[in-house]
């Protein structure tokens, strides 16, 4: 999937994994957290789930004849948006020939009931040891193209193998829907239907412009393609044409624009080459937890000087400011953060995916396993837990300004209080046994 998502729910307890591109077996398929509520449209233009049940019964014969005749004629409200917007009726014509209004599409989009998904579970799945081999055999494999994009771009290639490994398996789970579809009955639908229609009319400038026609514009059911899964207009602000050949082409089976791409991205928001997206590293006894926090930014030699150090124990190299990030809270790994963390982040913000990309990175590298143990024997909270947590904290007076479900700045600084005046770690993670204590 590529950058900057809106889907809003991912929390500190766990991860809300959407549905996976189709086709994608249990061991290959590509793990996606929602990301933090944090995230605003401007930076994060990923399509948010619908919070239904998974139980939510089939579109009827009856609905779906009421929403295609509904559909028609939205679509021909649509074409003087879209002309006004740039497309020629020719090429509107030609994208929408074949368009049906896709009840998939809308099952999908409709029966994503909420899955919480520890950390340690998804970065099994991230980092498995078939995703690594794989990785390393894709390297190897596209060594001479990765080369090149990385001396271009300054982006290590690892990570851009990486990101590809997350989105897509290597290229093997890219999504066969009709993007063109897939968006026009999304905006239909009227669930954020503005996002969808900006996205669709994205895709029509792309067909438009000759990078491709709507019967090859394929991708997954909520409109992200290609190798690495870029939105229409994230591909449109940042995708290039690295062979050459006046296309920027990322739906081939060659995935080289598609991996130039995603480096020019990172480049863009500031990748530093040569510098860890993280460390993990071990905090001393006694380690002042409110320390691990975003906004505390050191360099590595003033942490080790408070005894936060790499896992053999040495101090992290000073390669810029960074921040420790505890995402399961104190009794799970640590990790010494730095700026290329933030960039990776536009590509997805939720920190599970960020540590999964960074960790696969890693490991194609040919470094090892974490080392640190994580509380598998916790559960992450499931959004009526996170409400009733808010609730129960602001009751206590702790206030976390409002109640939502998302567990962000305020609540994470309504936790750590609380947990400080009843004596507990203040690591502000919304863990059960903190909810137990508060009911």
């Given at each position: 999937?590529f ?12 991860l809300?994994?959407l549905?996976?591109v189709?086709?994608?077996t249990?061991?290959?398929?590509s ?5 933090r ?9 990923r ?9 939510e019964e ?5 609905q ?14 649509f074409?003087g ?12 014509d ?24 520890p950390?340690?579970?998804?970065l ?9 081999q794989?990785?390393r055999d894709a ?5 001479r ?5 990385e ?18 398996a ?6 066969k829907t009709p993007i063109?579809e ?8 009227g669930?954020r239907g503005?996002?969808?229609e900006?996205?669709?009319?994205a895709a ?7 990078d ?6 394929t ?11 870029f ?10 044409d ?7 082409d990322i ?10 791409s995603?480096a ?7 990748w530093?080459?040569?510098q ?6 071990r ?6 937890h409110?320390?691990a ?14 005894g ?5 124990g040495?101090?992290?190299r ?6 420790v ?34 960790h696969?990175?890693?490991r194609?590298r ?5 080392r640190a143990d994580?509380?598998?024997g ?12 808010q ?7 702790f ?5 939502d479900g998302k567990?962000g ?13 009843v ?17």
């Open positions: 999937m950058s900057r998502r809106t889907m809003a729910g991912a929390v500190a307890a766990g809300v994994v549905p996976l189709a086709g994608a249990a061991l290959d398929r793990p996606r957290p929602v990301v509520p944090a995230a605003e449209v401007a930076t994060s233009p399509p948010e789930p619908r919070p239904a049940a998974a139980t089939p579109l009827t014969r009856m779906v004849s009421t929403a295609n005749r509904g559909f028609q004629r939205w679509i021909d409200g074409r948006r879209a002309q006004a917007n740039g497309i020629s009726g020719r090429t509107f030609a994208a929408f020939r074949d368009v049906r209004y896709n009840t998939d599409v809308i099952q999908r989009d409709r029966n994503q009931s909420e899955f919480v998904k950390i340690w579970d998804y099994d799945s991230a980092a498995s040891d078939t995703r690594v794989n990785g390297l190897r494999r596209h060594a193209l990765l080369d090149r994009i001396a271009r771009y300054g982006v290590d290639k690892e990570v851009v193998v990486a990101i590809w490994g997350m989105e897509s290597y290229g093997e789970y890219r999504g063109v897939a968006l026009a009955t999304l905006a239909y639908d669930r503005r996002f969808f900006e996205q669709l009319i029509l400038k792309i067909i438009q412009a000759g491709t026609d709507a019967r090859h514009m991708g997954s059911w909520a409109g992200a393609m290609g190798h690495t899964q939105i229409p207009t994230s591909y449109l602000a940042y995708a290039v690295f062979t050459g050949d006046g296309r920027r739906w081939s089976d060659d995935p080289a624009d598609a991996l130039a995603t020019a991205y990172l480049a863009r928001f500031g530093t080459k040569g860890p997206w993280g460390v993990e590293v905090l001393p006894r006694g380690f002042d409110r320390l926090d975003r906004g505390v930014k050191r360099m590595p030699s003033d942490w080790a000087a408070l936060v150090r790499d896992m053999d040495r101090p992290v000073d390669y810029g400011r960074a921040s990030l505890l995402p399961a809270g104190a009794r799970g790994a640590a990790f010494m953060i730095f700026d290329n963390f933030r960039v990776i982040e536009r590509y997805n913000a939720a920190d599970a995916y960020v540590i999964g990309v960074g696969l990175s890693d194609i040919g470094a090892g396993p974490m994580w509380p598998r916790d559960r992450a909270l499931v959004l009526a837990e996170r409400k009733e947590l609730e129960r904290l602001t009751r206590a007076g206030d976390t300004n409002g109640v567990i700045p305020n609540t994470i600084a309504a936790l750590r209080a609380y947990q400080r005046s004596g507990m770690i203040p690591d502000g993670y919304a863990s059960l046994e903190v909810l137990k204590r508060l009911r």
